[in-house]
């Protein structure tokens, strides 16, 4: 890296890149990646750290402060954090949407099945009363049968 320390010029340091985990280098202009630089020269800058064209000096004019970049890589990092966790819950949602259409189905099934019992139950029920209600008149029969017996032994 060549480095210009005559009137008010920045000197560039080496090459050094950034090592952040998942996030993607930043680049210049020249879609190289741009190594970061500090401002060596007595200014109110001095000792700031910054990106810088890697082809220095033949610049594409490329720069960018690094703690606005840190700024803006921790923002985009929050936001694919963010872009992940609502595809999560997405995905938790689409599987809770399957789990409750089954439970329909489940209860739809159910439903139908209390409603055939009920029938069926129903049905049981007249027919057990049409038994008890023969069963009085065969009951009844019996006992006339007797008293008519007894009126006729007994006149």
Known sequence: MASQNSGGS???SGARSRSRSSVPPVKCY????APIRTVRVNCPTQGRRFYGCSHYPRTCGFFKWADEVDNVLD???LAIEKDTKISELEYERDVLKGKVKKLKQ???ELENQVAELAIENTEKFHAMETVKADKKLCIMLFMSWVFFAFVILFK
């Open 10 to 12: 920045v000197s560039a």
């Open 30 to 33: 020249h879609d190289d990646v």
């Open 106 to 108: 489940s209860t739809t």
């Open 75 to 77: 923002l985009q990092m």
